[in-house]
């Protein structure tokens, strides 16, 4: 017979034993809600002494705020209605802990009589369940927004290959709604054969994925998909998968556009190019003709109308120049082409080319630096004086009359890199303010009276645009203060350069020629474009000999060796890059010709181009007499300084 421990050690010392060993939190309290006994466990869970929990009303300790509810459960105990009261309580502690607690609240009442006597408190603190509870309904609602906001298609099977659920777009994907699919096999959407493939390959679901390519909708038809599977583990066990399946209908139909657009942009250079070589060809002949008649004796009317022919074919090449350089930029392949150079050099060359034009209307050029501006820079020149030229000629075309400024200033500076500002200031016709938002749109003029007194395309400002994002800047337009007028500024960034930075030219002694007359030699397949070069050479004083393929020019140095080379690029039997490869090949060790590309293709780069694979100079068609005299200074200063013209 077991012994009853109440027998053994009394009533009084097993409820002192259980009060106060017990893991729940035990308090009295009096029917006038004090407080008359608290044991350890409460007060740990509450984390305050017994006097400072005695100094509290229970229903603040309790967080109950109305006095009415609090009131109102006590009288339910008290009125029999109730035999326990069950309280979820959350509180602060004095160290700043958040408590979550379980309290039930009981009535003690007097055994024979059934008196009220005292409530009994009885706490648990059920924080650590809470805060698994809170976590597990945080992963729970992260999942669910998950699934429901992913933008592809997640559908979960067990490895019965039975739909267990799915989120919003693999209803879009499939056509099927998810209580549809709930139940059936997964086979309905990826095949039996895919599906037994993923019992087959268990842990290999890389190789899996390679088949799971399409999703069967709901019309039967296979939509294009780029699907992954996952599987679903609980507790360290798998009962199942996800199939996440990105639709990939837009992203090929994008891809198809984008291989499209790839194709017609290279159409477009390659039309622009030929456009280019086809255009400049007779271009050549127009203009370089109009130079020679120019050099003839001529009346004055007949002088009057070799102008105009030549003014004429001049503004169709610019034309021309401006749509190949915007298509060019546009197309995003504008490369820059950076080396050092002295900006206030590069200020007075642009300057120099227009001031003929400048003086011709009488309007006044000032350039203005300021004194922070470095005086060597790193970055692509060429670009530079591009946009300087196309601002200057604005200036002067919508300048009838007054003056034209240029100024530098310094901007700022981050370790190597300088931001530089540009300002080009005229007194002319303004921009009404209606029209400023477009100015740098392609193709825009500003106005039908000025496209009538002007030429041009209305790409120089766009061009602008495109070439100073290229350099890192933007560029704007601002009227006037007080009166007609327009300013253009724009930003660059450079890198600094100091002066021993800058490459000295480098001189060949092995090149040098005696005093004696330049041999030149003309290889060019267009016989209109043969009888242009060589006139241009004869006027300036030379002889020339012509040449009508690659072969026989190659044949005639060998005979004869030249000094100049005229080399077209596109000729018969051999090309002109290729002949001037076995040219200078053929002169290892022995003087080697200048060798000067001729060419038609005259697309922003080609010059580096060509001089890359070989060519030592380059001109473009239409070829002009000053162009023709240009090179062949450069190859006497290069040979040799005193060189005379025989």
């Not at 008290?78 to 602060?92: A, D, F, K």
């Not at 990939?248 to 291989?259: A, F, G, V």
């Not at 016709?429 to 000025?450: H, I, N, R, T």
């Amino acid at each position: 017979m077991q012994v009853d421990p109440i027998h053994t050690i009394g009533h009084q010392a097993l409820f002192n034993h259980v009060f106060h060993h017990s893991p729940i939190g035990i308090a009295f309290i009096s029917l006038e809600y004090a407080w008359l006994s608290i044991n350890p466990s409460a007060c740990r869970i509450f984390g305050y002494t017994q006097e400072e929990i005695a100094s509290q009303d229970p229903k603040t300790l309790l967080a109950i705020e109305e006095q009415g509810e609090f009131e109102s459960l006590l009288s339910s105990l008290c009125e029999g209605r109730e035999s326990l009261v069950e309280l979820e309580i959350t509180y602060t502690t004095e160290e700043g802990r958040t408590i979550w607690a379980s309290a039930q609240i009981s009535l003690a009442r007097e055994e024979h009589s059934g008196k009220p006597l005292f409530y009994i408190l009885q706490v648990v603190d059920i924080s650590k369940s809470k805060i698994a509870e809170q976590s597990l309904q945080e992963s729970i609602e992260r999942y669910t927004s998950l699934k429901k906001y992913n933008h592809d298609a997640i559908i979960s099977f067990g490895l019965d290959g039975r739909i267990m659920n799915g989120n919003q777009m693999a209803e879009q994907l499939s056509g099927y709604a998810i209580p549809e699919l709930v139940g059936t096999s997964i086979a309905r959407l990826i095949g039996q054969t895919n599906l037994e493939l993923i019992y087959a390959m268990k842990a290999d679901y890389h190789a899996v994925e390679q088949s799971l390519n399409f999703i069967l909708n709901r019309e039967g038809t296979a939509v294009e998909v780029l699907s992954t599977l996952a599987p679903i583990i609980i507790h360290g066990k798998s009962v199942g998968f996800y199939l996440i399946a990105k639709d990939m209908t837009e992203q090929k139909k994008l891809m198809i556009e984008k291989e499209a657009a790839e194709k017609t942009n290279k159409a477009k250079s390659e039309f622009l190019a030929m456009m280019s070589h086809e255009i400049r060809t007779p271009m050549n002949g127009v203009i370089g003709i109009t130079d020679l008649l120019l050099e003839t004796n001529l009346d004055g009317e007949q002088r009057e109308y070799v102008q105009i022919i030549k003014k004429s074919g001049e503004t169709l090449l610019t034309i021309i120049n401006d749509i190949l350089d915007f298509s060019k930029i546009e197309s995003g392949k504008e490369e820059l082409v950076e080396s050092h150079f002295k900006l206030r050099d590069v200020l007075l060359d642009t300057l120099n080319m227009f001031m003929p034009k400048a003086l011709q209307k009488n309007l006044d050029i000032s350039t203005s630096v300021n004194s922070a501006v470095p005086e060597f820079v790193f970055g692509d020149i060429m670009k530079l004086r591009q946009i300087l030229m196309n601002l200057l000629s604005n200036a002067i075309k919508f300048t009838p009359n007054g003056a034209i400024a240029i100024a530098v200033r310094h901007v700022d500076q981050q370790d190597d890199q300088v931001r530089l500002e540009f300002a080009v200031r005229d007194s002319g016709v303004g921009v009404p303010e209606a029209k400023v938002p477009f100015l740098f749109e392609p193709f825009y003029q500003v106005d039908s009276f000025m496209s009538r007194s002007v030429e041009g395309t209305g790409l120089g400002l766009a061009i602008c645009k495109k070439l100073v994002e290229l350099l890192g800047g933007r560029i704007w337009y601002e009227k006037a203060e007080g009166g007609a007028g327009s300013t253009f500024r724009f930003t660059v960034r450079f890198r600094t350069a100091m002066h021993h930075d800058l490459l000295p030219d480098q001189q060949d002694e092995e090149n040098s020629i005696t005093h004696q007359a330049l041999r030149i030699l003309i290889a060019e397949d267009n016989e209109v474009n043969q009888i242009v070069l060589k006139r241009m050479v004869e006027k300036l004083g030379y002889t020339a000999t012509v040449v009508n393929d690659g072969k026989e020019a190659i044949e005639a140095h060998d005979r004869y060796p030249y000094d100049i080379i005229f080399m077209d690029i596109q000729l018969p039997i051999i090309d002109g890059l290729e002949a001037t490869r076995l040219i200078k090949e053929s002169r290892t060790g022995k003087k080697v010709p200048t060798i000067v590309a001729v060419t038609a293709h005259a697309i922003k780069g080609d010059k580096q181009k060509y001089m890359a694979m070989g060519m030592d100079d380059y001109v473009s068609k239409p070829i002009s007499i000053d162009a023709i005299a240009s090179v062949i200074e450069r190859c006497k200063d290069k040979r040799e300084p005193n060189l005379s013209a025989g």
